[in-house]
């Protein structure tokens, strides 16, 4: 199984200031068919997931554009350029490029 | 508007079944394959299963395999978990969700339920 490891686990961070997320999987999550399908998610508290960011860098429908990804193989990273006190929650990576589909541990986004 | 709606949770004993359903809605459900993810309370994330549009390509995590049992009915468009022989470890909320493509390929997951919690417990 691919292994998705997230760092921090937790992210204390100033309302304007930027934020970022790394994630590392175990072994390249580059498909045969040439896509990396690497997606970010967002928790926020009592709430069920939701998909921020697909095949490493592409924003879902309705995801602000502060929220951007970016990486390649096995080193991908989320960043937020401006955190707003809504972005409080917990953040997932997960790949989809080989199952079973596994997900990072996440990363808890506070404010300071 | 993409509705997925979870029914069926509920306090269960060890060794017990118990059926999950989700409804959906607002798409064309048999052009999508679902899955199944869970979360234990104040833990991550957990694939558990999927199935492709017309239930042609099915795929199980390790922690369930042999006793959980996915299906859908398009006709119904529905979504069914049958989990066998529960354990304590299977304590969780338990998402219905959507992939972005109609078979089990890699694609992603862009719409989730509010989930449904099973408690397995004497």
């Known amino acids: 199984d691919i292994v998705m490891t997230q760092t921090p686990l937790s992210s204390p961070v100033t309302l304007g200031q930027p934020a970022s997320i790394s994630c590392r999987s175990s072994?390249?999550?580059?498909?045969?068919?040439?896509?990396?399908?690497l997606s970010w998610l967002q928790q926020r508290p009592g709430q069920p997931p939701r998909l921020l960011i697909y095949?490493?860098?592409n924003r879902f429908s309705g995801v602000p554009d502060r929220f951007s990804g970016s990486g390649a193989g096995t080193d991908f990273t989320l960043k937020i350029s401006r955190v707003e006190a809504e972005d409080v929650g917990v953040y997932y990576c997960?790949?989809?490029?080989?199952?079973?589909?596994?997900f990072g541990q996440g990363t808890r986004l506070e404010i300071k | 508007e993409v509705q997925l709606v979870e029914s069926g949770g509920g306090l269960v004993q060890p060794g017990r079944s118990l059926r999950l359903s989700c409804a959906a809605s607002?798409?064309?459900?048999?052009?999508?394959?679902m899955h199944w993810v869970r979360q234990a309370p104040g833990k991550g994330l957990e694939w558990v299963s999927g199935?492709?549009?017309?239930?042609?390509?099915?795929g199980y995590a390790d922690s369930v395999k042999g006793r959980f049992i996915i299906s859908r009915d398009n006709a119904k468009n529905s979504l069914y978990l049958q989990m066998n022989s529960l354990r304590a470890e299977d304590t969780a909320l338990y998402y219905c969700?959507?992939?972005?493509?109609?078979?089990?390929?890699?694609?992603?997951?862009?719409?989730w339920g509010q989930g449904t919690l099973v408690t397995v417990s004497s």
């Open positions: 969700v959507r992939y972005s493509g109609y078979d089990l390929g890699s694609y992603y997951f862009d719409y």
């Open positions: 607002g798409f064309t459900f048999d052009d999508y394959a």
């Open positions: 199935i492709s549009w017309n239930s042609g390509s099915i």
């Open positions: 072994q390249t999550l580059v498909h045969s068919d040439g896509n990396t399908y």
């Open positions: 095949k490493i860098s």
């Open positions: 997960m790949q989809v490029t080989q199952f079973p589909i596994t």
